[in-house]
């Protein structure tokens, strides 16, 4: 130990002998490593599993149950009609399977309180446990029937009341009264898989929670995308939107196993099949059973600014490391004499390779603060810029210690030639000056 | 002093060189499709709009109670508003829509002649559904028939007239007259100018317009206003206010000139043109730093051969100007790897964003801007080494 | 102490080879204080550096203290050069922002001894050297006779069986290099073998041997004149 901190001493000596080249490897290494570790963070936190537990176990089936012939798009609508839905729950496969779209709502205590603007999430029972929320306080629907009440996140229940624990409360949506049946905990699913469509996986959680029939006896449309294949009147989602083609929903159904799949394969399969030879759709089957992993690239949701920046800021990176060598480099050429002369006075190639370590460490402790500065800035600017990617702004504890590992590495790297020459040069040359 | 012997003095450096020419190579690669891309952003905003961005200021907006959203209160709410609207100093005509011009995505649809779907079906043109008032707004030339006068609910059993613009009517007609034809959305009454719809549609130029009041207002609406040139900053400021003495139950999304909504739909864009900027900016950063610490370090290790070849007769001026040209030869090198990477890298990146291709003249003033950088960083050492004294020849001999 | 056997190097670049040594063969024994004289560029560098283990050789045998070096590894070469060598060099070698203690210190740190017994060499080393005042300063703040004290002082810290100097009063004048000549005598006394590459005969003379040098082949003349002699 006492060996490590001379060898410590001695690399601060060496720092101390050239100042300024030293620095600027310090910061061409911090800022390369910032500017990539910044990046990093949005890639990495876009593209983490928010439920790797189950992610593969939840699908999104698709199909063309539509009353146009398909002539060039004849990829399957994003959405589902309401009876679409109907259909193809009537499987009893899954183990759990929610339907779901978001609205826009305003919510107030009574009329005389100024309405609070809140997104809606209109879903069935089995949401809440489909994708593990948890719960505060009441309890979730107990079926998927029509009722007047609402499920409020800690946020919003704060928000209104000041306190979390309002189950029984009553309260006006859009003016019409529910009420709240449970209180979620905090909760935050990014990205926000179950709803990848026009990149709302990069959206927050929504703010209340309101059963899918009362959402279509309320008539409330989607705010992300309804499109409808016939004369639906939208204004009439009561009945007219139950049985037409409006297509805005969204439908997770859970198969945990592979023959659970196979099967939910098979009746979608049949399903087109009968309502096909029924006459009820003319296009082509194309059905879709996508698992919760691949939905964001099936939407083409994925972020590809953070993708062209990755490749960019690795090349940086790359461009930094080499100036850092070049400048490591040079500095240990000038240092030359001395590593001969330790070479004369007995030091093997293992104890220069120690002091080597020393210079190592020193460097990439300089480095990770420089980095996380650079990176923390970096992370700023990005939201400021792209602020469509500002909920995936946050370190982790696996984001930091890849860090602190590429710090290591690239400060390894950057002195590890110079190192090596300077240590396995002819001996004799550098001392007779 | 010759090529052949600055050559062979960066040959004699092997490592150092080829850390310097890939460094360089990398920088020209990143700093050129930076460029390209900046290039690209800046040309798509000042593509024409077909409107008077600066003069035109959108509201968007949206009652808070439902029994607003239902007409006849909904018609009535939209009345007074643009009554109010109107009666503002500097405000030269306003109109409601349905959406504004100038989105990503919004309300939109098919549209085709009746009877022929399959031949000349349009899909996601945006449909507005607007007040008269609405194409002084826009300003729009009328280039056929007329413009409806008369706002007509879209469940009349005559559905309101259509006007288009001016690309449509060329998709759909070619150069026949388009007036009375039928579509399935209504009859055309009107072609006009062209203006910018909705970004994710086919044509950014098609659109289909009806005087009508809007089927509801889920999603919202949005008053827009044509302002005397100048007068938007004023006219803004007071339409919180206003808007909210006609009717306090409604939420103000937001209140920007078209210009405004211009810049945030080529947000993204921007944002990522800014970084690479800024990217590319510490690159030279960078190459400047090497370029310095380079011919630093290089003239300290040969301080004896700058004093000999001073002794020799060398003026101050020749040593300069070697250093000098060994960094240029240098960055020129690492130029022509650099233009091959950017290549590589331009087509690396068109898999993932549209990145226009490199052309002729781009790399040349990249390759000028390089050169300069690494002038300006190598000065400053160069100029100290010549002051190496000719007697340091001696010295260590 | 030292025997080498038809040694030879041969330095090779594209266009020539030069035999810096040819069949060197040498014996010196333990005790002895040999001078190495030679005109520029005849291979008293090149030998001083082979028998330092700081240079390889290309035929032949060397016998440090009775052990061949040929084929030895890194770490025992760094070994034997740690434990059984001294070096004094010309310019004094010593690292400029290193306090004369911790540059006295440096070859015992790759020993690896503890700090109580480095402790006790460096201050046996400087009370020999006559610097123990001085134990402080940095090299810059000393005169050049002081500072190849210095560098004496480290090489002989590590207490070892051979001492090799290339010409270690070259850049001092006669009154410090009278001094440093009397210091590596009185350490010669004490039993270490010196070879001492020199220019000047003076100093070749007050050897107890002076071995020549001339376009890589020896010429030994051993002078039995007696240090006494001199040193009275």
């Not at chain 1, 969204?250 to 394969?265: G, H, I």
């Not at chain 1, 007995?346 to 603060?369: C, E, P, W, Y």
């Not at chain 3, 090779?12 to 010196?28: C, G, S, W, Y």
């Not at chain 3, 010429?219 to 009275?232: G, M, N, V």
């Amino acid at each position: 130990m006492e060996q490590f901190i001379y060898y410590l001493k001695v690399s601060l000596k060496g720092i101390k002998r050239a100042p300024l080249p030293y620095a600027l490897t310090i910061f061409i290494l911090s800022v390369g490593l910032g500017v990539f570790f910044a990046n990093a963070t949005f890639y990495y936190q876009l593209n983490s599993d928010p439920l790797p537990q189950k992610s593969d176990k939840l699908f999104f089936p698709m199909l063309n149950l539509v009353p146009y012939q398909c002539t060039t798009d004849c990829r399957t609508p994003r959405v589902l009609s309401y009876s679409n839905v109907q259909k193809l729950s009537q499987s009893g496969i899954p183990t759990q399977a929610a339907a779901m779209y978001s609205a826009d709502g305003y919510l107030r205590i009574n009329a005389t309180q100024p309405p609070l603007p809140v997104s809606i999430r209109i879903t069935q029972r089995d949401f809440f446990s489909l994708f593990d929320v948890p719960l505060l306080h009441g309890s979730v629907w107990p079926d998927n029937s029509a009722r007047q009440e609402v499920i409020l996140t800690k946020t919003s229940a704060e928000n209104l009341f000041g306190r979390t624990d309002v189950v029984g409360e009553k309260l006006l949506l859009d003016d019409r009264h529910v009420t709240i049946s449970a209180v979620l905990d905090s909760w935050q699913m990014l990205p926000r898989l179950y709803d990848a469509n026009n990149h709302n996986h990069l959206s927050d959680a929504d703010d209340i929670y309101l059963p899918l029939e009362t959402g279509y006896d309320m008539n409330y449309l989607s705010n992300s995308q309804s499109s409808t294949f016939d004369d639906t009147d939208y204004r009439q989602l009561s009945t007219q939107g139950r049985t037409g083609a409006l297509h805005q929903l969204q439908y997770w159904v859970q198969l945990d196993t592979a023959a659970q799949q196979q099967a939910y394969r098979q009746f979608m399969h049949n399903l087109v099949q009968d309502e096909k030879a029924a006459g009820r759709h003319p296009s082509e089957p194309n059905n879709q059973l996508i698992a919760m992993r691949d939905i964001v690239s099936y939407f083409g949701g994925e972020s590809s600014d953070i993708k062209a920046f990755a490749l960019v800021t690795l090349l940086f990176l790359l461009v930094c490391l080499f100036n850092a060598s070049h400048l490591s480099l040079n500095r240990y050429l000038s240092n030359q004499y001395e590593f001969g002369l330790r070479r004369a006075l007995g030091a093997s190639r293992s104890q220069l390779q120690l002091q080597m370590l020393a210079d190592v460490l020193l460097m990439a402790l300089f480095t990770i603060g420089g980095a996380l500065l650079t990176g923390y800035a970096g992370i700023k600017l990005m939201t400021e810029l792209l602020p469509a990617n500002r909920l995936f702004a946050d370190w982790d504890l696996t984001l930091l210690i890849a860090l602190l590992l590429l710090a290591v590495i690239c400060s390894y790297l950057v002195t590890l030639y110079p190192s090596l020459r300077a240590s396995f040069g002819t001996l004799n040359q550098q001392l007779k000056e | 002093m010759s090529l052949y012997l600055l050559f062979k003095g960066l040959l004699s450096r092997k490592v150092v060189t080829i850390l310097l020419l890939l460094q360089l190579a990398m920088t020209l690669a990143l700093l050129l499709n930076s460029v390209l891309l900046a290039q690209q952003t800046h040309k798509q905003l000042n593509q024409p709009t077909g409107m008077d961005l600066d003069n035109i200021v959108l509201v968007q907006l949206k009652p808070t109670t439902a029994s607003l959203r239902v007409y006849p209160a909904l018609e009535e709410l939209l009345n007074r508003q643009l009554n109010a609207v109107s009666a503002l100093p500097d405000v030269v005509a306003a109109a409601y829509a349905n959406q504004s011009a100038l989105l990503q995505g919004g309300n939109n649809g098919n549209v085709y002649l009746d009877g022929e779907e399959g031949r000349t079906n349009q899909p996601s043109v945006p449909m507005y559904f607007v007040s008269k008032e609405f194409f002084r707004v826009l300003d729009s030339q009328v280039l056929q028939g007329e413009l409806p006068q008369h706002s007509v609910s879209l469940d009349n059993p005559v559905r309101p007239d259509v006007v288009i613009t001016q690309s449509l009517a060329k998709q759909l007609f070619a150069d026949k007259s388009a007036i009375g034809q039928q579509l399935n959305r209504g009859r055309l009454a009107a072609v006009i100018s062209d203006f910018y719809g909705q970004r994710s549609g086919d044509n950014v130029m098609y659109n289909s317009i009806q005087v009508a009041p809007p089927y509801g207002v889920d999603w919202g609406y949005s008053i827009l206003l044509r302002v005397t040139p100048g007068r938007a900053g004023a006219v803004r400021q007071q339409l919180d206010q206003v808007l909210r003495q006609v009717e306090p139950n409604i939420e103000i999304f937001h209140i920007r000139t078209l210009a405004e909504q211009h810049q945030r739909l080529y947000r993204n864009e921007y944002g990522l043109a800014m970084l690479l900027t800024i990217l590319s900016a510490l690159m030279l950063l960078v190459t400047m730093v090497s370029s310095y610490s380079s011919t630093h370090f290089h003239a300290l290790k040969r301080q004896q051969e700058i004093g000999i070849k001073r002794a020799l007769g060398a003026s101050k001026n020749s040593i300069f100007i070697e250093l000098l040209s060994e960094n240029w030869l240098c960055t020129l090198v690492g130029a022509l790897f650099g233009v091959v990477l950017a290549l590589l890298l331009n087509q690396a990146l068109a898999q993932v964003i549209s990145i226009p291709s490199l052309n002729g003249y781009l790399p040349v003033m990249t390759i000028m801007a390089l050169l300069l950088c690494v002038t300006l960083a190598t000065w400053y050492p160069a100029a100290i080494a010549t002051r190496i004294s000719p007697a340091s020849a001696t010295k260590a001999l | 102490m030292i025997t080498l056997n038809n040694l030879s190097k041969i330095f090779r670049t594209e266009l020539i080879e030069t035999h810096a040594l040819r069949d060197v063969n040498l014996q010196i024994n333990e005790g002895e204080f040999a001078a190495l004289t030679g005109p520029s560029g005849s291979g008293k560098s090149t030998l001083l550096n082979i028998l330092g283990t700081l240079e390889s050789f290309d035929g032949g045998d060397y016998l440090l203290d009775g052990q061949s070096v040929t084929g030895l590894s890194d770490a025992a070469l760094s070994k034997l050069r740690n434990e059984k060598i001294g070096f004094i060099f010309q310019s004094f070698n010593l690292i400029k922002d290193f306090s004369i203690y911790d540059n006295i210190e440096l070859p015992l740190r790759y020993r690896g001894l503890n700090a109580d017994a480095r402790k006790q060499r460096i201050e046996q080393a400087l009370e020999l050297v006559g610097l123990h005042a001085r134990r402080d300063y940095l090299p810059g703040q000393l005169s050049g006779g002081q500072q190849q004290r210095v560098a004496i002082a480290r090489a002989i810290a590590g207490q070892p069986r051979i001492l090799l100097a290339d010409e270690p009063t070259g850049n001092l004048d006669s009154l410090m290099a009278r001094q440093v000549m009397e210091l590596l005598e009185q350490i010669n006394q004490q039993g270490c073998t010196i070879l001492m590459v020199t220019h000047d005969p003076d100093q070749a003379r007050r050897a107890g041997r002076n071995i020549q040098i001339i376009d890589g082949q020896l010429h030994d003349s051993t002078l039995y004149e007696p240090l006494a002699a001199h040193s009275a």
